[in-house]
């Protein structure tokens, strides 16, 4: 009697773009399309080629977008173990409305090896535990490190601009100005930071990060906070969140600063302004270098003032920031000598009083 017996395998989909998917030759992602082909190979290195627009996430699905990249608990076989690396590169426009799901996110759940250096701008996600807008809950991965998210995060429990939970991962040099809101551990970075597992006990390190979003309207209530809503054996390493956008004065983890001392270099003990980050000073947050474009503030529109024995008019590069500033500005004139001159602003469209031009050299 002849026996045959059929085995099934399964076996990963074949990815649609360059690459073998391996240390030395990640797949490289070049489109959303390629995005969501990372749930067919979890344990996979992936890396962006370029930034991605994922404008049209929001037409996928039936209404509820993009299907996060991990989903189940992190001990299954359904969570992203892999590597991903953003090279500096962004992901636009990234659209999730699953709020009846858990695990939601740019990645689900992904206690992975390391996700690194990616910017993710306007996100609109929407779950319902364990949401985050880069990780909804990270496993006990090996690290995070330069990434951020702006837009909106939306859940109920367990909510944070960049990650919904946080588990005995590092996360080093992110930030988040995402708005968050939901009913319990809510936090503009992280809802949640846990650093010991069963009979393990092990802090987990969260260094050098901010949040300046919205979080919960600016309500107050259990386990909601400006950085981290509920944190246990985590070590906060000079991380920050801004009291006045997030509508949270107090926290359990960081510290709480203004908008202004956040547009400072020197509230920020210890960073790296020289390799990491960037800022302008009294103008801008700090910003990672090299992920996107570095945010530029906005020039006053149509400013002149005269200049020289000729009294020539010369337009100025001036920055504007809201409220009642005084500004030391730095222009070129049109022969090319830079000039320094004051500027003290009443309105975002008015400006009264100068000092004399002070000519600094060509």
Not at 24 to 46: F, G, H, K, V
Not at 146 to 161: A, D, H, L, N, R
Request: overall charge negative; glycine content about 16%; charged content about 15%.
């Amino acid at each position: 009697m002849l026996i045959i017996i059929l085995s099934l395998v399964n076996r990963a989909r074949a990815f649609s773009g360059a690459g073998s998917g391996t240390e030395s030759e990640p797949y490289i992602i070049t489109n959303i399309n390629q995005l969501q082909e990372m749930n067919d190979d979890l344990r996979a290195w992936y890396a962006l080629g370029n930034d991605i627009d994922a404008t049209d996430t929001k037409n996928w699905n039936a209404g509820s977008g993009f299907i996060p990249v991990g989903t189940g608990n992190p001990y299954g076989d359904e969570a992203f173990k892999g590597h991903f690396h953003g090279r500096g590169y962004t992901i636009a426009n990234l659209f999730i409305d699953r709020p009846d799901a858990d695990y939601v996110g740019l990645f689900g759940c992904a206690p992975s090896y390391s996700i690194e250096n990616v910017g993710l701008i306007n996100v609109n996600v929407t779950g319902r535990d364990y949401v985050g807008g880069l990780i909804g809950h990270t496993g006990s991965g090996n690290y995070r490190s330069q990434c951020y998210t702006t837009g909106i995060v939306k859940g109920s429990k367990y909510i944070g601009g960049l990650v919904g939970i946080n588990w005995r991962t590092p996360i080093t040099d992110c930030y988040s100005t995402a708005s968050v809101s939901g009913s319990q551990s809510v936090g503009g970075l992280i809802g949640a930071a846990i650093g010991f597992s069963g009979s393990t006990s092990t802090n987990a390190q969260v260094t050098h990060c901010y949040a300046t979003g919205l979080v919960n309207n600016g309500v107050s209530g259990d386990y909601i906070g400006g950085l981290v809503g509920h944190t246990v054996q985590t070590d906060w390493n000079s991380c920050y969140w801004d009291v006045e956008t997030s509508g949270q004065v107090a926290g359990v983890g960081g510290i709480g600063k203004t908008t202004a001392e956040m547009k400072m270099q020197a509230t920020f003990t210890g960073w790296d302004f020289t390799n990491v980050w960037g800022i302008q000073e009294g103008l801008s947050y700090p910003f990672l270098r090299g992920i996107g474009e570095s945010p530029s503030p906005p020039e006053m529109p149509g400013l002149l003032f005269q200049y020289g024995p000729d009294d020539r008019e010369i337009p100025v590069g001036a920055f504007i920031d809201s409220g009642n500033i005084t500004f030391l500005g730095v222009v070129n004139d049109p022969d090319g000598d830079r000039v320094k001159l004051q500027i003290e602003l009443r309105e975002l469209d008015e400006y009264e009083g100068y000092n004399t031009p002070q000519k600094l050299g060509a």
